[in-house]
Every structure is written in C-alpha cells, then in structure tokens.
C-alpha cells in the first residue's frame, strides 16, 4: 500500500530558494528518491502569501509500503541522505511531519512510483485548496460522508460550475498524526469562483436544511484550509 509522507516545513524566509533548489537540483530529494523505487516526490507547494503563516512550504512525497519508509527513515538519519537532511534543516526552523493513507475512495490511491517523474517538471504554477477536517463523530462515518456526497457533489457539477476537483483524500496512520483527522486534497479549477468565496458572504440558500454546508455540520465544525501553489516544476501539477 502506498503511503504519504506529507511535511509541512517552516522555511527561513532569506533562505527560500536554497530550500527550494535543496528539493529540485541534482543531489536533491527529488534526485535522490529516482535513483530507486522506494518513493517519489509528488508535489512541492507554497502556501500562498497573505493567506496564513509566511514561508511555509508543503511536500508530498508518495513511500511504495511500509518497508520502504523504514529504508527511507534509516537513510534520511543514517545513511546516504543524512547530509541532506542536516544541510536542510539549516535552512528551516522547523518541519512537521505526517504519514498518511488514502481512503478507499480517493482518487488517488495506489501508485506505481516507477512510473512517477523522477525529474523536475515544467508547468504553468496550479492551485490547490488542501481541507483538514477534524469531525466530532467517528472518523469513518466522516469520511465516507465525504465519499458519498461531497465527492459526488463535486464530480456531478457543470465543467464551468467546478471551482474544485478533489485529487486524494487522505488520513494519518495509527500513531502518525491527530486523531480523527481526514485530509482532502483539491485543484481549483476556477480562481473567478474562489474570488468570490472570499470577497462574498456565503447565500442563505446554501446553508439551509438539506444543503451540503448545513448537513456537514453533522460531522465537523471545526476545519482548516491552505491555499497552496505548485512550484513550475513540481512533479505533480
């Protein structure tokens, strides 16, 4: 089974670009990680300015099982990435890390690493709006909520209605992150939209009885949102 190991890094803020270039350049962890099969950096994103904590960076590195990250963690303390790993803790205050596992229903789930980019990529910079959700009811009945109707909800939409489209939809391993925990990864298609989420109040209408922002309400009230942006060359876009 696939695993993710999602870190959010608190990047000194003159040291941005050596970080980053820590990530993408020959020697790197993209580099390092292709020269076998254990795992591949998927994405790399900064949260964007003006939208949270400054100088925030979020990797997602896709792991092939549960034995490739006991490889991956001896190497990044003992063994051949331990360099890289000192010479970039000098450029972050701190990194919290999470090891996560797609629901069932993600339409991310398992990957051949093999066949994910080992190089650095060149794209246009994408969106994404990542959700952390924490619900007051048991974690599997939020998740397949999310599953059954969110998910639909979204995927059921006019092309030029999506304002989102949910990538991966993840959740921390046992003893791996806060519990319950489910975390929704999500492109945004339309930036029109998202402008309009932000610069308007929310209709009536679509916080009534039967609507998916009151029966939610059911499951959690309490969630966090990053808005995040892809760098050109992230793997994944």
Known sequence: MTLY?????????????AFEAAYRDQGGWMDRLG?????????????????????????ITAVHDGAAWERLSHRAQRGDLADWTRSVDALRRTVTAKVLTPVPWS????????????RPGDHEPTLFMEDTGWPHVPLDDYL????????????????????????????PMLGAGLRPEGILWQRIHDLDALMALFSTEVPAAYKAPGTYMADALAYRDRWESRLLR?????PRH
């Open 144 to 171: 397949d909520y999310w599953g059954d109707t969110y998910l639909p909800m979204l995927q059921n939409l006019p092309e030029r209605m999506r304002m989102l489209e949910i990538q991966a939809c993840w959740t």
């Open 107 to 118: 339409p991310i789930g398992d990957l051949d690493l093999a066949a994910e980019p080992a």
């Open 230 to 234: 892809t760098s050109p060359w992230s």
């Open 35 to 59: 020269q076998g099969d254990d795992a591949r950096l998927l994405w790399y994103a900064n949260q964007v300015h003006g939208t949270g904590p400054a100088y925030r960076v979020i990797t």
């Open 5 to 17: 190991l999602h870190e959010c890094h608190h990047v000194i803020g003159r040291h941005e670009e």
